[in-house]
């Protein structure tokens, strides 16, 4: 009883209102000697209260914890984005209302709502925090500081994906951004980046209707673009209604092309109305792409256009497999589902990216509470979707994203750790845990031990030591 009331009075959701370095941090438990780099994280920690704002446009905050030789330290730092330098200087917020928007009595000169808070990745030398509204957001490793926005010398511009691909064979990332012709708009872009960094494409082109497109597929030779029926309105944003809405009357749409191809030669497939937030994997299989993602079979944290809540008993995640036929015998996708278990933040071992995988992982929720803020657990699967081990926390501690880092660079796939934030609700504080990846039942392997408190976040990855 006494952990129930924990759970009810409390969540990891708040911000933090710290930066902090703890350079000798406890370990319960013994890292392995192998996991030397940085494990980095990002997610919204707002600088100052906005009433009415949503949880995804609160200010970035980097979380870092470096590795070394069986030892283990921790640096956090807001994103310095515009937005976030000029409310700081102000001591107080210029934007809320709903999705970030702009307050009334915000400076006419202020227009920057940046927050830099959904993913951090490193490619091609750079440190980049993303966000799916602005340009990507580059880094200092060591310090954290802020750089600046990076537009590759001014070859890509406007909005720009929180979940590029990185070709793990030639190291090209892949990116695409939604919103490309202004906000609420259906205008995507898409482009890539060769593995020096240079920019070598960048092209913009029309969806069915405007959707809050999350993430995208990438294959070995193709790349599908989702537009699923969480909906952009301008008109609703200007008369006060929702911006973003379910509305599932619209239908699934996903669009496939090559990747050498333009975007006049996208072929689009229908399906089932449905969200999803994040795609685990995909690959080719002869004439079919099949993909596998993070299904809802309705939009949690957002209303019907005139502002009704939508239904929370639709509204969990669950591991999903798409199949698209490229033979041309039908326009339509399948979705079966291959889990009754909730979950959500899908990872798999980045070096198959785009090619057939044989293990991934997610984070799990227990179905009676509500999505975001439950995810409990680790389940580790193979490449049908079948269960190869489940882990659950303590009642009442929540977990991060698990990320992958292989054992070494010639690693058999799946051979590795998986690094995740875990809350601690009774002591209000959190832990890096490491689990051997294949093996996460066994529970973690190591404890790295903070004093304070990681809020949930969405994703981080890992760099190893040069």
């Known amino acids: ?11 990891n959701i708040a911000p933090i209102p710290f930066e902090a370095d703890a350079p000798f941090l406890k ?17 919204p920690n707002p600088q100052f209260d906005s009433p009415g ?3 995804f446009v609160g200010d970035g905050m980097l979380h870092a914890f470096h590795l070394e030789n069986g030892r283990a330290s921790y640096r956090n730092r807001w994103v310095r984005t515009p937005k976030w330098l000029a409310e700081h200087d102000a001591g107080r917020a210029f934007f809320g209302n709903g999705f970030g928007r702009k307050l009334p009595d915000a400076p006419a000169h202020v227009t920057d ?5 959904t993913n951090i990745i490193f490619h091609a030398g750079k440190l980049l925090a993303l966000e799916e509204a602005h340009l990507p957001t580059e880094i200092e490793p060591g310090t954290l500081a802020t750089r600046g926005y990076h537009n590759y010398r001014g070859r890509i511009a406007g909005s720009f994906t929180a979940h590029p691909k990185v070709d793990p064979v030639t190291g090209e990332l892949v990116f695409f951004g939604y919103n490309a012709a202004g906000p609420l708009t259906s205008a995507l872009s898409y482009g890539s980046i060769d593995a020096s960094g240079k920019a070598t494409r960048f092209e913009r082109f029309e969806a069915p209707y405007a959707s809050m497109v999350h993430d995208f597929i990438v294959t070995e030779n193709h790349v599908l673009f989702p537009i699923l029926p969480l909906t952009g309105s301008v008109e609703r944003a200007t008369s006060g209604k929702p911006p973003y809405a379910w509305e599932p009357e619209k239908g699934a749409y996903v669009g496939v092309m090559k990747r ?6 996208i072929v689009w497939f229908r399906g089932e109305a449905c969200y999803v937030f994040h795609v685990m994997n995909a690959w080719e299989d002869g004439n079919r792409i099949i993909a596998d993602v993070m299904q809802f079979e309705v ?3 957002f209303p019907h256009p005139d502002g009704r809540p939508t239904n929370p008993e639709k509204s969990f995640a669950r591991h999903c497999r798409w199949t698209f036929d490229l033979s041309g015998n039908t326009d339509r996708f399948q979705q079966t589902y291959l889990d009754d278990l909730t979950g959500e933040f899908p990872r798999i071992d980045d070096r198959r990216a785009g090619l057939k995988s044989r293990h991934g992982w997610y984070a799990c929720a227990n179905p009676k509470l509500p999505m975001f803020g439950a995810l409990s657990g680790i389940v ?3 490449g049908a979707g079948k269960r190869l081990g489940h882990y659950l926390l303590p009642a009442g501690d929540t977990i991060s994203e698990p990320v992958f880092v292989e054992r070494s660079k010639d690693a058999a796939e799946g051979d590795g750790w998986l690094l995740a934030v875990v809350w601690r609700a009774r002591d209000n504080r959190s832990d890096l845990a490491v689990f051997n990846a294949t093996d996460v039942e066994a529970g973690p392997v190591a404890l790295v031990q903070l004093g304070h408190r990681v809020p949930d976040g969405f994703h981080g990855n890992w760099v190893g030591a040069a």
């Open 1 to 11: 009883m006494q952990q129930a009331a924990i759970t009810e009075r409390r969540n």
């Open 27 to 43: 370990i319960v438990g013994e890292l392995p000697r192998e996991l030397n780099g940085v494990l980095y994280r990002n997610g």
């Open 53 to 55: 704002a949503h949880w």
């Open 113 to 117: 709502g940046g927050v830099a808070n």
């Open 260 to 265: 050498n191809d333009t975007a006049k030669d």
């Open 299 to 301: 939009a949690p944290l």
């Open 380 to 382: 580790h699967v193979d």
